[in-house]
């Protein structure tokens, strides 16, 4: 059997019965922290731009907009919720698809999971699939992706998106090859957009891409059914020959899923995953030493020389670009003290005692020769005084890793910060209360009245 069919196989075969307790325990722990910075990415421009363009663009009234009272249709609001769920840089990652899995597919679970219908059962179902196709993918294709200048979030996660709303469509298996085949064509997203509005733009056109994929091929649609083999085909386009290992995304599926092992990790800092050790590692010295900016003479960072790919602004001067700037993150965290949403404003870049540290900044890399692609590297920060004093802090696991996960009373803390300005503190608590017990709800709608302000933005 070819591997696309095989993987198409395995999308249509899998039943919510089949999935592990911890699969659905980590799946409802991915919806209150995905639907929280969704609600949180209003307060961006991009997330405004996105709700605006959308409900100028119409569209069938069957899925709404998170933090609205737009309803649009299911390919739209997938594109605005995957939007504004990457646009303040806020949501999960993993390791094998060196993304962000949540946010392509849950915009699709939901959207399509309103309009058909659907039970908290069936949408987990959707959820949990469309990560493990997007990160087994991930797992075939290694680090090449990046190294080609790809956005993997905006590349697997169209497949992702695909393969939930196949399961949620019903699609059987040469209509899910198909949904496959007219998503490999869809997926796109340029690296060199970091920083700016289309970074978030592309976990939306992922949704809207794998969405409509699956609709096209539920109306007979074709594509070729071979899209992940031979020559012309998804990987070896993308990357290369030689650079991935195509047999990967089945040999294992779902044995086990990506979403428990090796698992999603959890942001607690609104920026790029990459900087999070070093947050760590300067908050600690923050905190055990009383550390203040006019006793700092210089900040000396060893992290690896891949990041530099990552974070490739040196010197913002807007929340984008500080959210891929170990510079302004190291800065902030000794300025602040913290580094929560408010410190990703273009005022909080730019106040003065931050800019002034930012050329303090200073980074090394002692895998400049052989760069670390595993991300297996600790971050060292040392703090170097005025007084002559050399304080250094080291981590290999940031908070919110798999390894350190967030408690569950701190995504619901997370999730309260992220729509404190936007929901009632009972419409939170009832919130929280549905989507810890996702599976028993028969239908969506209970849950999204209660993401809906009371004076909904457009």
Not at 59 to 72: K, M
Not at 243 to 252: G, I, R
Not at 304 to 317: E, M
Request: hydrophobic share 45%; net charge negative.
């Amino acid at each position: 059997m070819a591997l696309t069919e095989q993987l198409a196989q395995l999308i249509v075969s899998t039943s919510y019965e089949q999935l592990p307790a911890a699969a659905v325990t980590q799946a409802k722990r991915a919806f209150l922290d995905t639907i929280g910075v969704t609600l949180a990415g209003h307060r961006e421009e991009a997330g405004r731009l996105i709700t605006a363009w959308v409900k100028e663009a119409g569209g069938c009234q069957e899925a709404t907009v998170l933090g609205t009272d737009l309803c649009t249709s299911p390919a739209l609001a997938a594109l605005a919720n995957g939007t504004l769920g990457h646009a303040l840089d806020f949501d999960d990652v993993t390791a094998h698809m060196r993304g962000h899995p949540s946010v392509p597919v849950l915009p699709v679970a939901l959207a399509l999971g309103e309009a058909l219908g659907a039970s908290g059962t069936e949408v987990i179902t959707a959820y949990v699939l469309g990560v493990e196709v997007e990160a087994k993918l991930g797992k075939a294709m290694g680090s090449a992706l990046p190294r080609h200048g790809w956005h993997p979030t905006a590349v697997l996660g169209t497949f992702g998106a695909a393969a939930a709303a196949a399961k949620l469509l019903g699609l059987d298996v040469q209509q899910t090859q198909m949904a496959l085949g007219i998503a490999a064509s869809k997926a796109a997203g340029l690296r060199r957009n970091f920083g700016t509005m289309t970074k978030p733009l592309h976990a939306g056109e992922a949704a809207r891409g794998g969405l409509e994929a699956a609709q096209l091929a539920q109306r007979g649609f074709s594509a070729d059914p071979e899209i992940l083999e031979g020559r012309f085909s998804f990987f070896t386009t993308f990357v290369g020959e030689g650079e991935c290992k195509p047999e990967a995304a089945v040999e294992d599926f779902g044995q086990p899923y990506e979403i428990v092992s090796p698992g999603l990790g959890v942001k607690p800092y609104p920026s790029c995953r990459q900087t999070h050790r070093a947050i760590d590692a300067m908050l600690a010295l923050v905190q055990a030493h009383g550390l203040k900016p006019e006793a700092v003479s210089e900040i000396v960072c060893q992290c690896s020389a891949v990041l530099l790919d990552f974070l490739i602004h040196h010197r913002p001067t807007t929340g984008l670009q500080g959210k891929f700037s170990m510079e302004y993150c190291l800065a902030a965290a000794l300025v602040y003290g913290r580094l929560g949403l408010e410190q990703f404003t273009d005022a909080s870049v730019q106040d003065p005692r931050v800019q002034a540290l930012i050329p303090r900044v200073r980074l090394e890399h002692p895998d400049a020769e052989r760069p670390d692609w595993e991300g297996k590297q600790a971050d060292v920060v040392e703090v170097v005084l005025h007084d002559g004093r050399r304080l250094r802090q080291r981590v290999e696991v940031p908070k919110g890793d798999p390894q350190q996960p967030l408690t569950w009373e701190e995504l619901v803390a997370k999730f309260r910060d992220c729509t404190t300005s936007l929901l009632s503190e009972a419409q939170v608590a009832a919130a929280v209360e549905q989507i810890a017990h996702l599976e028993e709800l028969a239908a969506l709608p209970s849950l999204l009245d209660n993401l809906t302000p009371a004076q909904a933005l457009v």
